[in-house]
């Protein structure tokens, strides 16, 4: 166990945050070196050092993408480019703060989410590495939010998910960088999605619903099989990809059909069996103000040899745990 939040992990290096100070490894996280600090202000230095504010007022580094040539870094309202050791200020966000942030083909994208009650248009947001401002790519009408933007790296297609009710709700796909865009599945509870994960022959997702029994699904790319796995307890809003191995958390998101308050991590090494992993009970701090239970996972493909998560409103709130693959998973 670390102090502080791994936001990034592969072969090579971890990156990892605390206090807003990034913080790297290139041993498997076992010495670290700071690569340098976020410039923020002293108001929002005194809110992201502690963590109770951070949770109030949801402050803090929130995304972290590896590009080509660069990383970007959502911290509080606003996009931060990594070059080297150099940080600078990348633009304040578009719209609501994103669920997910998605690096491709020197690009930079995410998905408006915001409450959006009277369902005006959201859209879709696009940086190019060390280029411009952040442009709109594409505009949605009839949907409330966007959950996440992902790369298929077996296709080179983004895709997309979009909640919440009835036909907002959808799995999108785009084979031409935004030109146009394609519902795969939709219109169910559950295909509301916020992660995918991808392997050569199938997509999984768990479904994001207060309103139905949640499970993790695995579908074909045409969306005509779609496959239930396991029951889950709670709403899936995380996953990451380790190697072969695939990974799921639950959010302690209280409804009538979610009653549980823990906030679970599921695995599987080969897309078929699944086992529930880890449980973090959600903490005192109430979830209006203090946040649902969840489990966070760093982006970027992984090490190779460990899972990376972090709890958070949960017991071990905000202290990233090491396991490694070979330990029952």
């Excluded at 108001?43 to 402050?59: A, I, M, N, P, T």
């Excluded at 949907?143 to 298929?152: E, L, N, P, S, Y």
Aim: with cysteine; aromatic share 12%.
């Amino acid at each position: 166990m670390i102090h502080g939040r791994v936001v990034y992990a592969s072969p090579e290096r971890l990156v990892a945050v605390k206090d807003g100070a990034l913080y790297e490894s290139c041993d498997k996280g076992t010495a670290w070196q700071r690569l340098n600090r976020l410039p923020l202000g002293f108001g929002q230095r005194v809110c992201v050092s502690s963590k109770l504010l951070r949770r109030l007022l949801r402050k803090g580094v929130h995304h972290f993408c590896a590009g080509q040539r660069s990383s970007l870094i959502i911290a509080n309202r606003d996009t931060y480019e990594l070059e080297g050791k150099g940080i600078h200020f990348a633009g304040a966000l578009k719209g609501g703060r994103p669920l997910a942030l998605c690096g491709a083909n020197g690009a930079f994208y995410y998905g408006e989410y915001r409450s959006n009650p009277e369902r005006s248009p959201v859209h879709i947001w696009r940086k190019q590495e060390a280029g411009a401002d952040w442009q709109p790519v594409w505009r949605f009408t009839g949907v409330r939010h966007v959950h996440g933007v992902f790369h298929d790296p077996y296709t080179d297609a983004l895709w997309l998910t979009t909640g919440d009710q009835g036909e907002e709700v959808g799995i999108w796909r785009t084979q031409d960088d935004f030109e146009t865009l394609e519902r795969i599945v939709g219109g169910s509870q559950q295909c509301r999605a916020v992660q995918l994960l991808f392997t050569k022959d199938h997509i999984y997702f768990g479904s994001d619903t207060p309103q139905e029994q949640n499970h993790i699904y695995r579908m074909d790319r045409g969306g005509k099989n779609i496959e239930p796995l396991a029951a889950v307890g709670s709403s899936v809003f995380y996953g990451c990809k380790v190697g072969e191995h695939l990974f799921f958390s639950t959010a302690t998101e209280p409804s009538d059909v979610n009653q549980t308050r823990n906030a679970e991590v599921w695995g599987s090494g080969d897309g078929e069996k699944w086992k529930l992993l880890r449980l973090f009970k959600k903490d005192l701090w109430p979830m209006k103000y203090f946040q649902y239970g969840q489990v966070l996972f760093p982006a970027g493909p992984g090490d190779g040899a460990n899972l990376w998560m972090t709890p958070f409103a949960t017991a071990g709130d905000q202290r990233t745990i090491r396991v490694p693959l070979g330990k029952g998973l």
